[in-house]
């Protein structure tokens, strides 16, 4: 298949490049000329504009930050949507609002696209490896024709309704509760720290115990390495978590916990954190209790 993928962070890039590897004619968009490099380097195209994605594609992936960037690759002045034949399936793995995936959705139907509403899941390592989990919805006709691609990069491809929003829905509960993780994998390693324990000796026992999480195993790692790169940063989690909280607004639904870490993630934003990784909203409690927290080794 021709396949045009829009964004290549660290989830897109992973995409990109198992998009690749599966033999698939691959175009890559990005505005940065690193990931350009990377994915050119390995077999694939690269356009540095939406407007430039050649015609001719079957499938479009999109693996922007948000709905406005959704929107302004596709609509917008620079945008593709122009380029895209009937019956091309746009594939929107966004975190998004689902009422905003419903109404994007709309706008490349009326213009007799297929549209797939299939946000992810697996950070990094998956990204690369080609096996994310993907949370879809959309039309039959709309899987059929993109399989190949969600083979290409997802080792559990979910078909959650026919409904486009279901996914995001899906995804919303995810970033919920991950969200929530992060902040409470901080607040207990803050606390331990601060009571004197050894910050890799915690870990260690927590790992193997019922306290354990993903999110622990996985974000508490690079705060004892020290590495603040951001896999997913802070800001990630100040917008995903105000989704959620916009969302349960709309239902009357109480969020107490999602709220307080929503709080969190805002405060190490503002602390000069936002670009951070998302394990960093530790820092926060490094702020308010002065603990000492492990430095990256110096090169």
Known sequence: MKVGVIGL???GMGAA????KAGHETWGCDLREAPRAELAAAGGHVVGSAADMPEGLEALVLFVVNAAQAEDVLFGGAGCVERLAPGTVVLGCVTMAPAASKALAARLEARG?????????????AARAGTMTIMGSGSPAAFDKAQPVLDAFGKKIWRLGDAVGIGSTVKMVNQLLAGVHIAAAGEAMA???RAGADPQALYDVITTSAGNSWMFQNRVAHILAGDDTPLSA???FVKDLGIVLDQARALTFPLPLAAAAHQLFLAAAANGQGACDDAFVIRVWQVLTGIALPEKPAA
Do not use: H, R
Not at 17 to 20: A, D, E, K
């Open 113 to 125: 696209l297929l549209v797939l509403d299939t946000p992810v899941s697996g950070g990094l390592v």
């Open 234 to 236: 802070v800001n990630i």
């Open 17 to 20: 490049l198992s998009i690749v």
């Open 9 to 11: 962070g660290t989830m």
């Open 191 to 193: 606390l331990g720290i």
